[in-house]
């Protein structure tokens, strides 16, 4: 059994067994984890969700031999850790990387996770022309890529991403929520796509990161940088009728969002008829006590969609 399908198979019963779990911000997790009482697992969630090491008879015998089949179980003397937890999304369960994501080639999952697929999802229930390809940039899990592929199962869908761990969670994740048509493939961003695409989805890191861990930071001085080189790929591959989705983030400082200004500019000239929102005003408030934001007044996630019009 090659490490892909024992870790397919560690998710498959995970879920035959209703195994379900809501992934929180790192800062959540790290206050619950923080509780007298949970330094220890007590059941699958406690090993799987919240990522506590465990005794070894907390997870059942043939769990624990698909986690060494997968190269998922580290075994430090008496007590075990996963390095992988499965979360839920869309009544799918989707492998990501252990809490803390420390490593330089983490796979997050997490609440923003959800909105960018939720707002991929919005945006497919009020299209009206068949959707016949679309990519997710910077895949991470898939979930995107997933989402897209259960509402258009006849699309091609192309999950991209420069982290291999992320390519190898992505093409589990898409087996085990059985949407054949999503693709994992190595590209950096469009790059090694070729054609015309109808929709293009990406939550891609959009922090001021001082440690410069690719998964969270977005480059430049206000983490933009990565954003906005979506902006302009999109702007040269949308196909007649075809949107991009972008989930990102901005830090607000004085009133001003250097994200719309910057994308506003980009856009210009494009002939894309664009929207940008806030979806959540106030997030990763814990971040405005480091330099990075030292001062911004609130860090907002937003939605920007661009389409092209039809001929």
């Known amino acids: 059994m090659g490490d892909d399908e024992a870790l ?4 498959q019963r995970l879920r035959d067994g209703g195994y379900r779990f809501t992934t929180v911000t790192p800062a959540t997790h790290a206050r619950v984890n923080r509780r007298p009482g949970n330094e220890v697992a007590r059941d699958l969630r406690d090993v799987f969700g919240w990522s506590r090491p465990f005794p070894p008879e907390v997870v059942p015998g043939e769990l624990r031999e698909l986690m060494r089949a997968a190269g998922v179980a580290d075994e430090d003397g008496t007590l075990w850790r996963s390095r992988v937890r499965f979360s839920s999304y869309d009544d799918e369960l989707f492998v990501h990387s252990a809490f803390p994501t420390d490593a330089p080639d983490s796979v997050f999952f997490g609440p923003d996770t959800y909105r960018m697929a939720d707002a991929a999802i919005a945006y497919l229930a009020g299209r009206e022309q068949p959707l016949t390809r679309a990519v997710d940039v910077g895949c991470g899990t898939g979930a995107g890529a997933i989402a897209v592929a259960k509402r258009a199962p006849d699309a091609q869908v192309l999950a991209v991403d420069i982290n291999d761990t992320a390519l190898r969670y992505a093409r589990v994740n898409a087996r085990l929520a059985g949407t054949g048509g999503v693709q994992p493939r190595r590209s950096d961003l469009l790059d090694d796509v070729d054609g015309e695409l109808d929709l293009i989805i990406s939550n891609p890191p959009f922090m001021v990161d001082p440690a410069g861990r690719v998964y969270r930071d977005g480059g ?7 954003s906005l080189r979506i902006i302009d790929a999109a702007a040269k591959r949308l196909a007649p009728g075809g949107t991009l989705v972008l989930f990102s983030g901005t830090g607000i400082t004085g009133g001003h969002d250097p994200l719309r200004q910057a994308a506003a500019d980009r856009l210009a000239g ?3 008829a664009w929207d940008y929102r806030e979806v959540d005003p106030d997030v990763y408030g814990e971040e405005l006590d480091g330099p990075a934001y030292g001062k911004a007044d609130r860090i907002a996630v937003v939605v920007l969609t661009a389409t092209r019009s039809l001929p």
Request: proline letters at 7%; zero cysteines; a negative charge.
């Open 8 to 11: 397919l198979r560690l998710g």
């Open 220 to 226: 430049g001085p206000d983490g933009n940088d990565l």
């Open 270 to 272: 494009t002939g894309l």
